[in-house]
């Protein structure tokens, strides 16, 4: 989707994404709520307790990919139809943390440990992504310093993917918390 996006630069589909971060913000709240109920109805206990405290941290972390993801809309439609094309690794980080979300997710779901650690190792892919991004642009405005704007605008695109790969990280690790016990963060 954001990908897609980064492309077109149409205003009709970053409009749908400012519609899905206040979505996202609504249901941030009914997780906290429907927690929260659990926590003093049911008094859980160990393993409960810790998969209802990990779910009220990771809601957080989706809540901001989601603001991130809003930002990156907003900026592309400045972007005159632009589509960062000559910075490759910004597709390239789009769809590490893409996956990377989607994985942690999934490993929540899946209680699986293992997805969860290779959520984490994958962030190597986007921090390397985003200083080669970085080079790119320096690149860029040292060619044309005209294009200064247009490389400040993706160079906040790469730090939001990047922001968005640590947020990842962070509901992994989260995950491992629920399932170990033991939180690394």
Not at 33 to 62: F, W
Not at 119 to 145: G, P, Q, W
Request: charge should be negative; include cysteine; glycine fraction near 4%.
């Amino acid at each position: 989707p954001y990908t897609t996006l980064f492309r077109s630069g149409d205003k009709n589909k970053a409009a749908k994404a400012r519609e899905d971060g206040i979505k996202i913000d609504q249901m941030e709240r009914e997780i906290e709520s429907i927690c929260l109920k659990l926590l003093l109805q049911q008094q859980p206990v160990a393993k409960d307790l810790r998969v209802i405290s990990a779910a009220l941290k990771m809601i957080t972390d989706m809540e901001r990919i989601g603001d991130q993801a809003e930002d990156i809309a907003e900026i592309i439609t400045f972007l005159n139809g632009r589509t960062g094309e000559e910075c490759h690794d910004i597709r390239l980080m789009a769809e590490a943390t893409i996956k990377m979300v989607n994985d942690s997710i999934d490993a929540y779901v899946k209680r699986d440990v293992n997805l969860a650690k290779a959520v984490e190792d994958y962030d190597d892919v986007v921090d390397e992504a985003f200083l080669r991004v970085k080079k790119t642009l320096i690149s860029m405005i040292a060619e044309n310093s005209a294009d200064g704007e247009y490389a400040i605008d993706l160079l906040m695109i790469a730090k939001y993917f990047e922001r968005i790969g640590d947020h990842a990280v962070n509901v992994a690790e989260w995950v491992e918390f629920s399932v170990t016990g033991i939180h690394k963060g």
